[in-house]
């Protein structure tokens, strides 16, 4: 019996710092952190969007084939630098790999790079595997972060 394993990319280009692995008896769990300067945010899976807050850019991805995709983006700005977050997904009920969900706009003249900390929190009853190359960088829907 031949199993397609599914793919979870990565929300936003960037470079990785961690990867924790955690397997339990019952739920198997991956955490990734990732350091990034870009504005844009993507869908890592195909799936429903569950929980969102539009003031942390934090959402929970229910996908298609069980899994429970937590992703949290930390702000890091300096002093007086302003910045605005534009959602792309007015209705936040669905999406599909790769979708552009949030913008993050620099209102400052001088266009200062915002540094950015996502969290991606992978929870499944199924087995999460890695690639089979190391992660260092990644690209926001291209770069594979775990099979399912």
């Given at each position: 019996?031949?199993?397609?394993?599914?793919?979870?990319?990565?929300?936003?280009?960037?470079?990785?710092?961690?990867?924790?692995?955690?397997?339990?008896?019952?739920?198997?769990?991956?955490?990734?952190?990732?350091?990034?300067?870009?504005?844009?945010?993507?869908?890592?899976?195909?799936?429903?969007?569950?929980?969102?807050?539009?003031?942390?850019?934090?959402?929970?991805?229910?996908?298609?084939?069980?899994?429970?995709?937590?992703?949290?983006?930390?702000?890091?700005?300096?002093?007086?630098?302003?910045?605005?977050?534009?959602?792309?997904?007015?209705?936040?009920?669905?999406?599909?790999?790769?979708?552009?969900?949030?913008?993050?706009?620099?209102?400052?003249?001088?266009?200062?790079?915002?540094?950015?900390?996502?969290?991606i929190k992978i929870t499944?009853?199924?087995?999460?595997?890695?690639?089979?190359?190391?992660?260092?960088?990644?690209?926001?829907?291209?770069?594979?972060?775990?099979?399912?």
């Amino acid at each position: 019996m031949n199993i397609k394993k599914q793919c979870i990319l990565s929300p936003i280009t960037g470079i990785v710092q961690n990867i924790y692995n955690i397997k339990n008896t019952v739920i198997s769990q991956k955490k990734i952190i990732i350091h990034s300067n870009k504005k844009i945010i993507v869908s890592p899976c195909n799936g429903k969007i569950k929980n969102y807050s539009s003031k942390k850019i934090e959402f929970l991805i229910q996908s298609e084939y069980g899994a429970k995709i937590l992703i949290k983006n930390k702000l890091f700005k300096k002093k007086h630098q302003k910045y605005t977050v534009v959602s792309m997904n007015k209705e936040f009920v669905s999406t599909c790999t790769g979708k552009i969900l949030f913008v993050i706009h620099n209102a400052n003249s001088n266009n200062e790079p915002i540094h950015i900390l996502t969290t991606i929190k992978i929870t499944c009853k199924k087995e999460i595997s890695d690639p089979k190359k190391k992660l260092y960088k990644t690209q926001a829907g291209l770069t594979i972060l775990a099979y399912i």
